[in-house]
């Protein structure tokens, strides 16, 4: 058996929100478009990785997920967001921290779900 992708969905009860996220501040771009359609969705694209949008306001309400976005260079990363888009990063987490497990991490949140930027 042999899987070679995990591709999240994820719910925003305004798909823009995460549209502003991924695609304004974290460079991700729409490789699928349904945007204009009765139940918007789209695929967002990058680096290899893909994520699956959707906008339904009662599955936003119980879906709120967390996830690792892991780089090479979390500076460049930090540097990136905090100057394009310091609204999401994370109170929390809002500086590049080395954690007790040894990885270097800094997060992101919106309305809908958090983001751990992670550099082994």
């Given amino acids: ?34 945007l204009q359609s009765r139940q918007p969705f789209c695929v967002l694209e990058r680096d290899g990785l893909r994520i699956n949008l959707f906008e339904n306001a009662e599955l936003a309400k ?34 590049i921290t080395f954690r007790p497990w040894g990885a270097k991490e800094f997060a992101l949140m919106d309305k809908q779900l958090g983001i751990v930027i992670q550099q082994w």
Avoid: Q, W
Avoid at 7 to 24: Q, R, T
């Fill in 1 to 34: 058996m042999n899987f070679e992708k995990l591709v999240p969905n994820i719910f925003y009860a305004n798909i823009n929100e995460g549209l502003k996220l991924f695609v304004d501040c974290l460079g991700f771009h729409i490789g699928h478009d349904e």
């Fill in 62 to 95: 119980e879906h709120n997920p967390e996830f690792r976005l892991v780089t090479k260079d979390i500076e460049e990363v930090y540097r990136k967001v905090s100057e394009s888009h310091p609204e999401f990063l994370h109170p929390n987490l809002k500086e």
